[in-house]
């Protein structure tokens, strides 16, 4: 066929590439040098080829065109390809910056499908190292997205309306005296900091490993003075002194708290909690530049009286948030929380971190957290541990891991059986009633001081058992354990023993503070267990016996610590009778509230 006729029938265009230089050189010989040309159903009929071949030249034209069309396809498709290996390999180069993330995952992949890691190759190698590298502090990291409760409130409720309730509680555009922090958003009503007094620097007197930080909050003299006439404000008794000191000093961490205190007596939880947010964005505000809230490596010493306040706001802010459903951001508050003094725990958060974790379905890393710690501070030997870890297992499809777990907890604390389905309003089965194991012997082989943990993990995670899967689930384990106390096996005798020996004496001082914020209505504690331990102020409630003062604390008032908390409520409402909610809202900027918390719950 000739270059002319098929120039004439398809035109140079046709043929043509925009791309000329990856076309091969034949090509660019027939149709390089050539203009295009237009056309003309006519032109073909004065050509001086034979008439009969012309028929076969059309076809042989067709299927020559196709086959140029084919070399075409297949060349666009190398080049594709070729680009598309140039991007996978900035992809791949940009991945290596996560390598991290990568690992881990590859790590839990290895973990569930149970298949070890190949010892072959050297990123087998690397990921062997960083799991043997990964310490109990690496699972307490937090991050920064799940410390703001909107972004969770936005997940549940929508960005709209969550937008809406934002654009109510700020003014029009965000005043530029604010500081933007990661604990707390500060609120547009709120005055200027400036100079609080508070500051952080590093503690040198803790002896620390290589991994771990210490820290310590100092107070400016000016601050001290304030704190002196504070403490002398909560011995006397009188609200006046405190509202002053309030007008004078609106950042002022421990009259803040005090204020959080009266307003949840008298049911203003909105109030309280937004005292609570402002002493926590004074605390933030005052970190040391090196106080990194996601590494699980910054420490502070309970010890020390000026410490104390982080841990005490930020307890009852991961409650605040846990009534708002922001179960998320709580256990990321319990992680922080925890991560301060993960050894001591000296507000015993480890009692509602399952809690948190369970609500907000973080299964996998409860379990895992477990694992981690469970070593260090006998996790399962604690009733909410023992049953909340049954539950993950059980959420995540483990039901064999799952059964045993939650017969064992039944055997070991047989006492929170009957009390969950009574929370739960559940009738009891007849074999489970007519069974002295769940009942009397349960009574009678309980110490005082496991009861109170009993009664705590029921009343704070009763609504977690009333899915409708989990009764027939506790049912059936319940029959099972019955039947092992039957038997007499060898586990049901190990407990009875065990409770005989653990358990025993006073709670910990860490576990009374615990029930003391936690302010359950169903679990309290009473004067004589706390009446050796020191005041009950909700701004430092039960100090540790070698609690380390830069302030003569308060002699506490006799005649008020003998008084019970009924009566103290009562006063304390009459005191403030003629002050409505709305005039307390409007009086943020103005007048405060003040309660003293110097009694016994």
């Known amino acids: 066929m000739s270059t002319r006729y098929m120039k004439k029938v398809y035109g140079v265009d046709a043929l043509a590439e925009k791309d000329s230089e990856s076309e091969c050189d034949l090509e660019n010989s027939i149709i390089g040098d050539v203009k295009s040309k237009t056309f003309n159903v006519f032109d073909v009929l004065n050509q001086n080829s034979e008439i009969g071949e012309e028929e076969n030249e059309e076809q042989q034209v067709i299927e020559e065109s196709y086959t140029d069309q084919d070399k075409r396809k297949k060349k666009k498709k190398r080049r594709k390809k070729l680009e598309s290996f140039k991007v996978q390999q900035v992809v791949d180069f940009k991945e290596t910056e996560d390598v991290d993330e990568i690992e881990r995952s590859v790590r839990e992949v290895n973990k569930l499908l149970g298949e070890p890691l190949p010892s072959c190759s050297s990123q087998s190698t690397n990921n062997l190292q960083w799991i043997e590298q990964k ?32 654009n109510n509680r700020r003014n029009r555009g965000r005043s530029s005296h604010l500081k933007r922090t990661w604990l707390i958003s500060a609120r547009d009503n709120w005055s200027p900091i400036n100079k609080s007094g508070l500051s952080m620097s590093l503690d040198h007197d803790v002896k620390s490993a290589s991994n771990v930080q210490y820290f310590l909050y ?3 003299p000016s601050y001290r003075q304030v704190q002196l006439k504070f403490l002398e404000a909560v011995e006397s008794l009188n609200p006046e002194n405190i509202v002053n000191i309030i007008n004078a000093h609106s950042y002022h961490v421990d009259a803040l708290l005090q204020l959080a205190e009266l307003c949840e007596l ?3 939880l909105a109030l309280a909690a937004e005292f609570t947010e402002k002493a926590l964005y004074c605390l933030e505000c005052a970190f040391h530049p090196l106080f ?34 922001c179960y998320r951001t709580s256990l990321e508050f319990c992680k922080l929380l925890l991560s301060l003094d993960p050894e001591g725990d000296p507000l015993a958060v480890i009692l509602s971190l399952d809690f948190y974790a369970l609500r907000a379905k973080e299964y996998e890393w409860f379990i895992e957290f477990c694992n981690f710690w469970d070593g260090a501070r006998n996790l399962t030997q604690l009733p909410n541990i023992a049953y909340s870890l049954a539950l993950a297992h059980f959420h995540l499809g483990n039901r064999t891991v799952a059964d045993q777990l939650l017969q064992n907890a039944l055997i070991m604390f047989p006492g929170v059986l009957m009390s969950l389905l009574d929370k739960c309003s559940i009738q009891t089965d007849e074999k489970v009633q007519g069974h002295d194991f769940f009942n009397t012997k349960a009574v009678i082989s309980t110490s005082p001081a496991l009861e109170k943990l009993q009664n705590l993990y029921v009343a704070r995670s009763f609504r977690l ?28 005798k190990y ?12 709670l910990p001082k860490n576990i009374l503070r615990h029930i003391i914020l936690s302010d359950i209505k169903d679990v309290t504690v009473n004067v004589q267990e706390v009446q050796n331990d020191g005041s009950v102020l909700s701004h430092d409630p039960l100090p540790p016996v070698d609690s380390i003062d830069i302030y003569k604390r308060p002699i506490p008032n ?15 409402s009459s005191l403030f009778s003629n002050i409505n909610g709305e005039g307390v809202v409007a009086a943020l900027d103005g007048l405060n509230l003040f309660y003293d918390n110097n009694d016994q719950i």
Not at 148 to 153: F, H, R, T
Not at 466 to 491: F, H, M, Q
């Open 266 to 268: 008298n049911e203003n």
């Open 292 to 325: 990194n809230l996601t590494t699980a490596a910054c420490r502070l010493d309970y010890r020390k009286q000026q410490n104390r306040a982080l841990f005490i706001t930020l307890f009852k802010h991961l409650n605040f948030v846990g009534g708002r459903a």
């Open 218 to 220: 100092e107070h400016s």
């Open 135 to 166: 310490s109990k502090e690496d699972i307490l990291m937090v991050q920064h997205k799940h410390l703001n409760p909107y972004n969770e409130l936005k997940r549940i409720f929508g960005s709209k309306t969550v937008q809406a309730e934002q």
């Open 495 to 506: 407990c009875e023993t065990k409770r005989s020996k653990r358990y025993q004496g006073k």
């Open 465 to 492: 058992w009333k899915e409708a899967d989990l009764l027939p689930w506790l049912r059936e384990n319940a029959y099972t354990a019955l039947n092992r106390v039957d038997s007499k096996d060898d586990y049901v």
């Open 558 to 572: 006799a005649r008020t610590t003998q008084t019970n908390s009924n009566f103290l409520s009562l006063f304390i």
